[in-house]
């Protein structure tokens, strides 16, 4: 028998147990996707409108005991809605999990280079949901290669990398994020047919059986032009300061600039990419970016400064980078440039009327051009026995060829075989609530099968009264 408790904090920040008013309540865990709970309460006066109301958070305790202490579940309200049924006035509350509207609403503007895949998650995080702990994610074999996320949410960040990884990822109630290798988590449970209440349904498909995988990543970064000496600097507080370069591809991808602190400044650098006029940085503007305080090193710590771009430009023609005047003279920012009389700089004290300095000194800087990335992978012995069959899988956050060769091969592994699932298991006699992701035994000599499937749903449905169960529903599928 498991049994459970609901807990509900209004905006107010006080928190009531559901008791005699509930009517029912249902929780739907799932893998890969929000969480969701409603609940059913009879509200004859309307006063628990306000007390379960939109925006306030839910927290299940589910297990074997009574009271329960397990915290299974987190959300948040989302949706109210009254009823009348049978001459009673009932209140609907549905919630989702509250993980998932961070990681729905955050957006992410970032480019990754050369850098781990547990970094990486670990990086997004702190910037963009540092509410979520991430102690639990376990480094994956492989490095993230090169990546760049253009105003994507932070779940489809999380997804590219599981995928890229060959991993799952869960989130606990209290906001710990777990990513894992596929399989490797373990529930403990195995389920035969004194557990599992029939009818049963195993069933095998080639349905999403694909042999043949075209991975289409979008652009590898190569530079194309720079100036990577360094032998001073400049402060950006009293002038704005551009330099030139001369592409010989037809985009601009990427660009990076070695930048410092200089103290600690709380202005943003405004930049620009505009045609030649005429010798000075005074055509049209073809792109722009922002490099806030977080991303410039602290002074001492000077390094590369990455900006995501998405222009187009013309092989041959001058173009020029423009970096905004920023700060005070004692918090602003220092741009680093060689000490040769061989390159070119510019600079303006109101960033419309420039002076251009030849034969001078000449600010360092990265141009990169992108060069379209793909990838096939293909399972030869899965085309004799299935015909072929193939699949077009584009990430444009990939940016370099070994990383989408190894997105192709993970994406083949998984998909070039027949694919087993057992749908709408109910099962009972279960000390704990199963969580999704994990990995569950089933043993059914009686239609032959003795494997390990991974947990994708549970369905939980608690009754009016004392919350208490025995049954419960599974959706399993192959660990692949």
């Not at 297990?63 to 329960?68: E, I, L, Q, R, V």
């Not at 995501?308 to 905004?324: C, F, M, N, R």
């Not at 002076?355 to 992108?370: E, H, L, N, R, Y």
């Not at 990383?403 to 994406?411: F, G």
Request: aromatic share 10%; hydrophobic share 35%; net charge negative.
């Amino acid at each position: 028998m498991l049994y459970a408790r609901v807990e509900i904090t209004d905006l107010n920040n006080i928190t009531r147990v559901v008791g005699s008013e509930n009517r029912g309540f249902e929780l739907r865990l799932h893998d890969g996707s929000a969480s969701t709970f409603r609940l059913i309460v009879n509200d004859p006066t309307g006063s628990y409108r306000e007390a379960y109301g939109i925006g306030s958070i839910v927290n299940v305790f589910c297990d074997s005991t009574n009271p329960p202490q397990q915290h299974v579940y987190q959300g948040q309200v989302e949706d109210v809605s009254v009823r009348f049924e049978g001459g009673r006035r009932l209140l609907v509350i549905d919630a989702v999990e509250y993980a998932y509207t961070v990681i729905l609403n955050r957006y992410v503007v970032e480019t990754y280079q050369d850098k781990s895949i547990d970094y990486i998650l670990r990086d997004l995080f702190a910037k963009y949901a540092p509410e979520v702990d991430t102690r639990n994610v376990q480094p994956p074999e492989m490095s993230g290669g090169s990546l760049v996320f253009n105003y994507v949410t932070l779940k489809e960040c999380l997804d590219q990398l599981a995928e890229l990884a060959h991993c799952h990822y869960l989130f606990s109630p209290d906001l710990e994020l777990y990513f894992y290798p596929k399989g490797s988590r373990r529930s403990g449970f195995t389920l035969t047919s004194d557990n599992i209440l029939q009818p049963i349904e195993v069933r095998e498909s080639i349905r999403d059986v694909r042999n043949v995988v075209y991975v289409i990543g979008g652009y590898e970064l190569r530079v194309d032009q720079s100036q990577t000496t360094i032998g001073g600097y400049v402060t950006l507080n009293e002038y704005h300061y551009a330099t030139r370069f001369t592409p010989t591809h037809d985009n601009l991808r990427m660009l990076t600039l070695y930048l410092e602190k200089q103290g600690e400044p709380d202005e943003n650098i405004s930049g620009q990419i505009v045609e030649d006029s005429d010798g000075a940085p005074k055509g049209r503007r073809i792109d722009y970016f922002t490099i806030t305080s977080r991303d410039v090193g602290k002074e001492g710590s000077a390094g590369w400064v990455s900006v995501p771009l998405q222009a187009d430009v013309e092989p041959g023609k001058p173009y020029w980078i423009t970096l905004s005047k920023s700060g005070t003279q004692t918090d602003t920012y220092r741009w680093y440039h060689d000490a040769s009389n061989q390159g070119i700089h510019a600079y303006s004290s109101n960033g419309e009327e420039w002076i251009v300095v030849d034969s001078s000194w000449a600010p360092a800087f990265k141009q990169f051009c992108g060069v379209p990335v793909l990838a096939q992978a293909v399972n030869e012995n899965s085309i004799k026995k299935y015909g072929r069959r193939e699949m077009v899988y584009v990430n444009t956050s990939i940016i370099d060829r070994s990383t989408v060769k190894a997105l192709a091969l993970n994406l083949l592994a998984a998909s070039a075989e027949k694919r087993v699932s057992v749908e709408s298991l109910v099962v009972r006699g279960l000390y704990r609530l199963p969580q999704v992701g994990e990995s569950v035994r089933v043993m059914l000599p009686e239609i032959g099968v003795d494997k390990e499937f991974k947990i994708k749903s549970v369905v939980v449905e608690f009754g009016a009264g004392v919350p208490s169960l025995e049954d419960l529903k599974l959706e399993l599928e192959d660990l692949a």
